[in-house]
């Protein structure tokens, strides 16, 4: 950010160094998208889109990752994004809601070419190659994203060009020279308050660099009011609310304008009319929740971008970039005409000792490693369920183990394994009853739909891990109804006691049904699994909605799948030399490397 230090040239509006920018077109008119949308959080005048056909319909749910820099390929804590993301996407289809879940990855700027020139490749190939890794890593964690924008893409340009011309117009740029700290990671100047030892960044303990330069200005100053109004009008704009009082913070300590082009780098977009410079790194990526939605060859602008997925109705980020998204974002959307996103919602951070895990510090948990070695499910719903969603969280090997055998292998996978044993053997694997029927004069039902009820409002509230929390509870309640009623020996009984047995399966099967949808924002596959266990097809699956939640789907007659394990046990080192001794040798199926996977 372009702050307050002795040997600042630009006080925090325009100073005695800074040259205002001419324009010859009147400010801009607002740009907005169809008249349908959300009115919360609008504090910009809208104005119908241009395209008719979107004017009835639904608003879609426009949620966006950051998108990614690509000075090296991803790492656990970017990973961590992308799948929060992913679970709210998966979550909001399921309530039949029209998503746009919006990922990519950021290539411009110093911190990319320095990155390109130590791997010896041109920029645009080590782009090319990284921004690559992080597609084929969605693709291993069973990320369903609809938009992937990469900031080199032509389509984007043609956005960032027709941004800058509405700033521009709008009088909020000027030249100016500014002098100060600059962190390459952070890829921002810093204010020396808030550097530790050395002039070192807090975030990536390396020294910041001193940068003189001549640059255009954002008149963010100008904002101080709009956005202090925003904010108390609609204090959801920034969650949770503890970030949002950091926001407030920030902004009532006061707004500096802030640089938004750079001469002394070349690898990026350059300025419209003067090729000297280019657009500074920030200023240009957020413009990629915009230019995304656009196809790959259309005739881009800004105006399209806004008619098909704008305003962006939440920017899931790390706390570490909320500045840009709570702050300079807003008022550079106010500036151009806009309208707002509705939410930015700031995560904490993966630690390992304690430090941030990133790419800079080279303390990173490759989350390619965990999918291979224990499951994309496995690595989904372990960060999901213990790293409370808005804190930091720490990993560990031993915690990660515990965690996704007791809950995905023991409560949830046991308990259909054993159920449909059961039926197997007793019921020839066929339901002898309605569920419905089944769970007549039972309170256990509506145990099941109110629990399932809470999973809904944790996940619409984005607490992901109360979400997979209370869907473990079903779980829990499963087991304990089957372990009190016991039907393994009122089948042995005969009569009515047999009846009810088979009557408690079906309860229980009904029950992983329900977990089985309720889950599969976190944990895709593994509910498919169990749905095809109960006799569904994958397209079944596919188009579940939340409304298949309710109790009643399983029907008398129909017929179960073989009992096979759904979620395999991770064995740990323990338990693998245990099975190496002759006498302990159980023969569980394992998987190679010095940890496998054996079924439960
Ligand atoms: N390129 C910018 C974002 C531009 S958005 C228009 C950027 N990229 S990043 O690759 O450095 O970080 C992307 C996201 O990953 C951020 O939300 C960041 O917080 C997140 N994470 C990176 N390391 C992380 C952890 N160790 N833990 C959790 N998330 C972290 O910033």
């Known amino acids: 950010m372009a702050a307050g230090r002795a040997f600042f040239c630009v006080p925090s509006s325009i100073g005695a160094t800074a040259r205002r920018l001419a324009f010859a077109s009147p400010p801009p008119r607002p740009l907005a998208s169809a008249p349908h949308r959300r009115g919360r959080g609008r504090c910009c005048a809208s ?56 990922t990519g990855t950021d290539e411009h700027g110093e911190k990319i070419a320095t990155s390109a020139e130590a791997s010896g490749r041109n920029p645009k190939e080590h782009c090319d190659t990284i921004s690559n890794s992080y597609k084929m890593l969605w693709a291993d964690l069973d990320i369903e994203y609809d938009k992937f924008i990469r900031t080199t893409d032509p389509k984007h340009e043609a956005v960032v060009n027709d941004f800058y011309s509405r700033v521009l117009s709008s009088g ?46 954002f008149a963010l100053s100008k904002y101080q009011h709009k956005l202090e109004e925003l904010l108390r009008r609609n204090p959801d704009f920034v969650r949770p609310s503890y970030r949002l009082h950091e926001v407030q913070g920030w902004i009532k300590s006061g707004l500096r304008d802030f640089s938004i082009s750079r001469a002394s780098v070349e690898w990026g977009i350059p300025v419209p009319n003067d090729t000297k410079q280019t657009i500074y790194v920030w200023f240009d990526a957020l413009l990629g929740y915009l230019s995304a939605s656009l196809d790959d060859g259309e005739q881009a602008s800004l105006q399209k971008a806004v008619d098909r997925g704008w305003p962006a109705s939440l920017h899931l980020i790390g706390k570490d970039i909320l500045r840009f998204h709570a702050v300079y974002w807003p008022a550079m959307l106010m500036s151009a005409g806009i309208s707002l996103p509705d939410a930015v919602f700031g995560h904490g951070f993966l630690t390992k000792d304690g430090m941030k895990m990133g790419k800079s510090l080279g303390n990173t948990l490759e989350p390619k490693d965990l999918v291979d070695r224990f499951g994309a499910d496995a690595v989904r719903y372990f960060f999901l369920r213990e790293v409370e969603f808005g804190n930091d969280g720490d990993y560990s090997e031993g915690r990660f183990i515990n965690t996704v055998n007791a809950h995905l292998a023991n409560t949830i996978g046991n308990l259909l394994n054993r ?127 939340w409304e298949d939640t309710k109790w009643g789907v399983l029907k008398a007659g129909q017929a179960m799948m073989e009992p096979k394990p759904i979620f395999a046990k991770i064995e740990t080192e323990a338990e693998e030399k245990d099975q190496a001794t002759p006498k302990a040798a159980k023969g569980g199926k394992k998987k190679s490397g010095s940890k496998g996977l054996v079924e439960a």
């Open 47 to 102: 104005i119908s889109s241009s395209s008719d056909a979107s004017a009835s319909a639904p608003p879609p749910y426009v949620l966006t990752t950051p998108l990614y820099y690509v000075n090296a390929p991803p790492h656990m804590g970017s990973a961590y994004t992308t799948i929060a993301a992913d679970a709210v996407a998966r979550f909001q289809r399921l309530l039949q809601k029209k998503v746009i879940f919006i």
């Open 419 to 545: 159920t449909l044993g059961l039926l197997k053997k007793n019921c020839g694997s066929m339901l002898a009853f309605d569920s419905m029927a089944a769970a007549d004069g039972s309170s256990f039902k509506n145990s099941v739909e109110s629990l399932v009820d809470k999973a809904k409002g944790h996940y619409e509230n984005l607490s992901l891990t109360s979400a997979c929390e209370t869907v473990l509870e079903i779980g829990n309640l499963g087991n304990l109804y089957i372990d009190e009623q016991a039907p393994w020996s009122c089948f042995k009984q005969g009569g009515e006691s047999a009846e009810k047995a088979a009557k408690d399966l079906v309860i229980i099967l009904e029950t992983m049904r329900i977990i089985a949808i309720a889950l599969s924002p976190v944990t895709p596959s593994l509910s498919l699994r169990i749905y095809t266990q109960l006799g569904f097809t994958e397209d079944q699956f596919s188009t579940l909605t």
């Open 172 to 217: 909020d740029l000027y030249r100016a020279d500014y002098e100060g700290l600059y962190c390459v990671g952070c890829e921002e100047y810093k204010d020396e308050k808030e550097l530790v030892e050395n002039n070192c960044c807090p975030v990536h303990l390396k020294p910041c660099v001193p940068r003189k330069e001549d640059n255009y200005f």
